[in-house]
């Protein structure tokens, strides 16, 4: 049996669209021009119970429609949708028990409460037991080290402080499916490791399925063994993790800090992307890395230097086009 299941899921829009200025908006109140709009297009997606699955893809692709349909927000406009054994937009108070959505660039938590006081809402909300709500509490309070911030204002805390209650919320009535979207965005790099640490720690010890979408490529090769890529709508990868980056991701980006002005000549094979006396941000191939930044760092004076990954959208577009790392 599987935790989620869909066949052939689809999610269409109608939009109203009309010309500019006065003569279009008269023009519409008679003859109204609509399009349509497939933002997930015949979607089949099994997740195993206990499963932490990537779901990635760049702006647009149909994530958040996605995950909006898994939990009951939006219905889908045909196909087959199932979480576990549940029909999502039915909204029944049994299923909205067993899952728990937490989405980066929307807040569960009300500003004006203390955290504190929002997690004792939730706990009548959700009906959890007191014992199991003070075990909970605990536990994830201490995962994240966070007992400072239980008696203060949501509003007074920082970016990173409140997705921590976030998730601590979320989680506090033993949800068997948590949808992730985004939660790590515009945090730092201690707060999402941090963040990281924790649902590693809540998958493995309470063997929560976990859905998780993000434009952090670290995120995703961290946590997920599995990843789906999502390109127009549809389903265009389904598998190993590592796999994917190995096929897919073939160049790296390196960015350039000179102590001085210079004359930086790109590397034979490398791509430059900026440019100027000062810094210069170019991609190399994997496999010439080490050779390249042994030479730069031999033959000019630096400030700095670092090293990124190839940007997610790049090898989805790949991917979609059907290229290889070959």
Do not use: W
């Not at 935790?3 to 109204?32: A, M, P, Q, W």
């Not at 033993?174 to 979207?181: G, H």
Request: with cysteine; proline share 4%; net charge neutral.
């Amino acid at each position: 049996m599987y935790v989620i299941h869909t066949k052939g899921l689809t999610k269409s829009y109608r939009r109203f669209e009309k010309e500019e200025g006065l003569r279009g908006s008269i023009r519409s109140l008679f003859h109204r021009q609509f399009v349509v709009k497939t933002a997930v297009r015949d979607f089949d997606l099994q997740v195993k119970e206990g499963e932490f699955v990537g779901l990635i893809g760049p702006n647009g692709a149909g994530k958040t429609t996605l995950v909006k349909m898994l939990t009951g927000i939006i219905a889908p406009t045909s196909g087959e949708i199932a979480v576990l054994g549940y029909y999502p937009n039915k909204l029944e108070n049994a299923f909205k028990k067993q899952y728990a959505v937490v989405m980066g660039q929307k807040s569960q938590l009300i500003f004006d409460l203390t955290a504190a006081d929002t997690f004792l809402l939730f706990k009548e909300m959700y009906e959890i037991p007191k014992e199991v709500y003070r075990r909970n509490l605990e536990l994830f309070i201490d995962l994240f080290g966070a007992r400072e911030y239980l008696n203060m204002q949501v509003r007074t805390l920082s970016l990173g402080e409140r997705m921590k209650m976030e998730l601590v919320t979320a989680l506090l009535h033993n949800p068997k499916v948590l949808f992730l979207d985004e939660p790590t965005i515009g945090l730092d790099a201690p707060a999402q490791r941090q963040i990281r640490a924790f649902l590693k720690e809540v998958n493995q010890r309470n063997g929560t399925t976990i859905l998780l979408t993000s434009h952090y490529m670290e995120d995703v090769r961290s946590l997920c063994p599995r990843s789906v890529v999502v390109g127009q709508g549809q389903k265009v990868y389904d598998g190993s993790t590592e796999a994917l980056f190995n096929a897919y991701q073939t160049h790296k980006k390196i960015t350039v800090l000179f102590a001085g002005e210079s004359h930086f000549a790109v590397p034979v094979g490398c791509t430059m992307i900026e440019q100027s006396p000062h810094k210069a941000v170019f991609t190399v191939p994997k496999e010439q890395g080490g050779a390249v930044l042994e030479r730069i760092m031999g033959e000019y004076p630096l400030n700095d230097i670092s090293i990124e990954e190839e940007d997610m959208g790049v090898i989805v577009e790949k991917i979609y086009q059907g290229e290889t790392g070959a």
